[in-house]
């Protein structure tokens, strides 16, 4: 009995000093996962449209309305990295597109918008744990946009580039938001504006149809 007794003792001492044991899921969560906590994983494609009920905006000034307003644009994009959180995960950006069917201007002698097309993709885009988005142009390139308009005169060209763009993403909305980031025309006519402030928000950002947080 006393045997017994002490071998107990033992075991339960032995038990006390043991580390309480941590769930995999809670140690290794990525910065990406769905909504209800799952992985996002590397080639997983994410997709966003304009969050509802708002509009892409390529205006003269930060502060002004002058300029192209779009009700219908969306972005896909393919995981590359998605490391465990707090970190940067990256995303290589193909595909990001304007419905300029829903495209109006407001622009002294502009009738129209014929089309906006985004150039030199793909681009990389970083998401970092705290929510900062980054989209970045390969070596020697630029973040371009080709912009038509519809004038009097007929149809004019205009060519902005920037050489990168901040955002924000927000697990409140499942959004990613990009607020006046400055392009500068590098060629086009008079009637092409020489700035053209981006304004737009995605939301929600899916991958396969499950909304996405930032951890």
């Not at 107990?8 to 990525?30: G, H, N, Y």
């Not at 490391?83 to 495209?103: I, K, Q, V, W």
């Given at each position: 009995m006393r045997t017994r007794t002490?071998?107990?003792?033992?075991?339960?001492?032995?038990?006390?000093?043991?580390?309480?044991?941590?769930?995999?899921?809670?140690?290794?969560?990525?910065?990406?996962?769905?909504?209800?906590g799952t992985?996002?994983?590397?080639?997983?494609?994410?997709?966003?449209?304009?969050?509802?009920?708002?509009?892409?905006?390529?205006?003269?000034?930060?502060?002004?309305?002058?300029g192209i307003s779009c009700t219908s644009s969306a972005f896909s994009a393919t995981v590359t990295d998605n490391?465990?959180?707090?970190?940067?995960?990256?995303?290589?950006?193909?595909?990001?597109?304007?419905?300029?069917?829903?495209?109006t201007a407001n622009v002294t002698g502009v009738l129209g918008v014929s089309g906006i097309t985004v150039d030199n993709l793909p681009y990389t885009t970083s998401v970092s744990s705290d929510g900062t988005v980054t989209v970045t142009p390969a070596t020697g390139s630029a973040i371009q946009s080709t912009v038509r308009l519809r004038t009097l005169l007929g149809t004019i060209t205009c060519v902005y580039?920037?050489?990168?763009?901040?955002?924000?993403?927000?697990?409140?909305?499942?959004?990613?938001?990009?607020?006046?980031?400055?392009?500068t025309k590098t060629s086009g006519s008079s009637l092409c504006f020489s700035n053209a402030f981006f304004t737009a928000k995605y939301a929600p950002v899916t991958a396969a149809g499950a909304a996405v947080n930032v951890n």
């Open positions: 002490l071998l107990t003792l033992a075991a339960s001492a032995a038990a006390l000093t043991l580390p309480a044991a941590v769930p995999a899921s809670a140690a290794d969560t990525p910065v990406l996962t769905t909504a209800d992985a996002v994983a590397v080639g997983d494609v994410l997709n966003a449209s304009l969050a509802s009920g708002t509009a892409a905006t390529f205006y003269s000034s930060a502060t002004g309305t002058s490391p465990t959180a707090p970190g940067t995960a990256t995303e290589s950006l193909a595909s990001h597109t304007f419905d300029t069917s829903g495209c580039q920037a050489p990168s763009l901040s955002g924000t993403a927000s697990n409140a909305d499942h959004s990613i938001a990009f607020s006046n980031q400055q392009f």
